[in-house]
Antibody, heavy 121, light 107 residues
Framework: QVQLVQSGAEVKKPGASVKVSCKTS????????INWVRQATGQGLEWMGW????????GCTQKFQGRVTMTRDTSRSTAYMELSSLKSEDTAIYYC??????????????WGQGTLVTASS | SYEVTQPPSVSVSPGQTARITCSGD??????ASWYQQRPGQSPVLVIY???KRPSGIPERFSGSNSGNTATLTISGTQAVDEADYYC??????????FGGGTKLTVL
């Protein structure tokens, strides 16, 4: 069965960086995009960006350009998202989500359990 | 930038039909997807490509998309359907947008 298992909660000081992992299983890692979506407490879903694990190509929304880095280790079927220069407003649950590629629509069929990142002094 | 808009809340009586809308410029020209999120849980895909249901999603969930509005319809709503629902689109082929979410209350 398809699973996306994320790393544990993190507490970081403002200005620091955080790296969240998303270990996948149950499917061919390089055949689906991995996206990152975050959700602040009591707020809605906010899309951050995508990565194609096969090519390593990435893209993100303008808000996070220059601050987010998405990488992968194909030998471990694991994707990573690093967010730098953390601010208190970055405190949120961060989700990885799988997206089928090549279809006329883009959607997220499996999600990780979420990683709480807290940016606080 | 492209935006999609949802009503903040919808209420429905058990057994009745709930309709949640998602509005955006020419949304019908793009595919919409819908996610259910219960408190403390990760989102779950309930409708993709406007009308398709993933395996395991009950038949009472259906979707449509035309003009500027996509609609998630839940027929015979049950208490277990009480959750937040988010629409999602991919308007430019490069960025994903989510609606602000709709809290469905089953009274």
């Amino acid at each position: 069965q398809v699973q996306l298992v994320q790393s544990g909660a993190e507490v970081k000081k403002p200005g620091a960086s955080v790296k969240v992992s998303c270990k996948t299983s149950g499917y061919t890692f390089t055949s689906y995009d991995i996206n990152w979506v975050r959700q602040a407490t009591g707020q809605g879903l906010e899309w951050m960006g995508w990565m194609n694990p096969n090519s390593g190509n990435t893209g993100c929304t303008q808000k996070f350009q220059g601050r987010v880095t998405m990488t992968r280790d194909t030998s471990r079927s694991t994707a990573y998202m690093e967010l730098s220069s953390l601010k208190s407003e970055d405190t949120a649950i961060y989700y990885c989500a799988r997206a089928p590629v090549g279809a006329s629509a883009y959607y997220f069929d499996y999600w990780g359990q979420g990683t709480l990142v807290t940016a606080s002094s | 930038s492209y935006e999609v808009t949802q009503p903040p809340s919808v209420s429905v009586s058990p057994g009745q039909t709930a309709r949640i809308t998602c509005s955006g410029d020419a949304l019908g020209d793009n595919h919409a997807s819908w996610y259910q999120q219960r408190p403390g849980q990760s989102p779950v895909l309930v409708i993709y490509q406007d009308t398709k249901r993933p395996s395991g999603i009950p038949e009472r969930f259906s979707g449509s998309n035309s003009g500027n509005t996509a609609t998630l319809t839940i027929s015979g709503t049950q208490a277990v359907d009480e959750a937040d629902y988010y629409c999602q689109a991919w308007p430019s082929g490069t960025e994903v947008v989510f609606g602000g979410g709709t809290k469905l209350t089953v009274l």
